[in-house]
């Protein structure tokens, strides 16, 4: 007989581990499947960093490390926040986790208590609504529109903050939908937290370095809310790193304390030789990063201008990231004679079954009309799945 705990119950499968595990059977029953589903940079870990872990198995990094990570790298991440970000954290005021996702549910469970409200700017990455409900949180969502490039409205914040809202939490470049707030944006929001005594805001920063327009800017640079930011980066997305799962924290120094008691419990300190190999990733410099970012500026020029001749999909052109979020509302509602689309997720399970290629369904993301893609792939592979995407949809009527 099984007894789950109302706390797992109450959790979605990740969306987008789903559409990937989905896609990996297909596969695996030797369909062509193409994925466009995982936020995963289709390059590999640059042969410098790959070196420095070799190099910390050969020196016997063997050994339990710090619970916040060793010093070297926080030191290293430190200067980072201070050269790339211009904002002060010191190496105490900052704790290394297993990725980023680790970073932000150990933030949300240190500050979240039952009952507390935590705003979601929509659409927002999956895994934000679900650990907000994991640490007994009431999540809050703002929605912005395509019309407004999916960046939400200060005036839509301001009437929705009430004595119980805790934390804000803020992502740009984004995850979905690519979007990127400007300098200004970014202050409009910032002066509405500060008018907001307790109310804090996480900065999930991790697209950072792939940013096709513009400046990137650090939520924490604005001093006069300094000290109410969480800022998470990590070094998944911009060096190719995903599997090595390094993500870190830097903030006020008893949010820190908090979450190295927290990931005490937990984790303990995380991996030693990826943790070498982000010290190598964070302090040397070479062209990859650059390379990589032109690549994915590349790939999203072509995908977007592949996906404008799909008839019925509308999309904003993205600004960073490697994801396009288009609104397919057009096909909602149509079949193929055999099966209805009623929700975004329906037209990807059903993608992946006619044309072969995965996608995500927008309402994981609290977008419920669009569909996400991940162009971190290949330009052949984007020219051919974006093909079969419009030959099938010519079967929905």
Not at 79 to 107: C, D, L, M, T, W
Not at 216 to 221: K, L, R
Not at 371 to 391: G, Q
Request: glycine share 6%; net charge neutral.
């Amino acid at each position: 007989m099984e007894h789950l705990s109302e706390r797992i119950k109450s959790l979605s499968v990740s969306q987008t581990l789903a559409m990937a595990q989905k896609s990996r059977e297909l596969k695996a029953e030797g369909l062509d499947i193409i994925s466009l589903s995982l936020g995963e940079p289709d390059f590999n870990t640059p042969d410098y960093i790959k070196e420095a872990a070799k190099k910390a198995i050969d020196q016997n990094f063997s050994k339990y490390p710090p619970v916040s990570g060793y010093n070297d790298l926080r030191e290293a991440i430190s200067r980072k926040f201070r050269e790339e970000n211009g904002i002060n954290y010191s190496p105490e005021q900052v704790i290394v986790s297993a990725g980023g996702k680790h970073s932000i549910i150990n933030v949300i469970l240190s500050i979240i208590n039952p009952g507390d409200e935590v705003i979601l700017l929509a659409p927002y990455w999956v895994s934000y609504l679900d650990q907000v409900i994991l640490a007994g949180g009431k999540p809050v969502i703002v929605e912005a529109t395509l019309e407004n490039d999916f960046k939400v409205q200060p005036e839509q914040l301001e009437v929705i903050i009430t004595r119980k809202t805790r934390l804000i939490i803020f992502n740009s470049p984004s995850n979905p939908t690519g979007m990127v707030y400007t300098r200004e944006e970014m202050e409009e929001i910032a002066r509405i937290v500060q008018k907001h005594e307790g109310l804090y805001i996480i900065s999930d920063e991790i697209y950072e370095h792939i940013l096709f327009r513009g400046e990137h800017v650090s939520m924490a640079s604005f001093d006069f809310i300094y000290d109410r930011v969480i800022t998470v980066n990590g070094v998944s997305k911009s060096y190719a790193m995903t599997g090595w799962r390094i993500g870190y924290i830097g903030a006020p120094l008893w949010i820190v304390k908090a979450c190295d008691k927290l990931q005490g419990q937990f984790t303990s300190g995380v991996c030693t030789i990826a943790q070498k190999a982000a010290l190598a990733a964070i302090s040397i410099k070479d062209s990859s990063r650059q390379m990589m970012k032109e690549a994915f500026q590349r790939r999203r020029d072509l995908i977007c201008k592949l996906l404008k001749d799909v008839k019925g999909f509308k999309l904003r052109i993205p600004q960073g990231a490697f994801y396009v979020m288009p609104d397919i509302g057009y096909y909602l509602g149509k079949s193929d004679g055999i099966k209805k689309i009623k929700t975004s997720d329906d037209l990807a399970l059903w993608l992946l079954e006619n044309a072969h290629v995965a996608v995500v369904g927008g309402d994981a993301f609290g977008a419920p009309s669009c569909i996400r893609i991940s162009y971190a792939t290949s330009d052949e592979l984007l020219v051919e799945a974006v093909k079969r995407i419009k030959a099938a949809l010519e079967k929905l009527k």
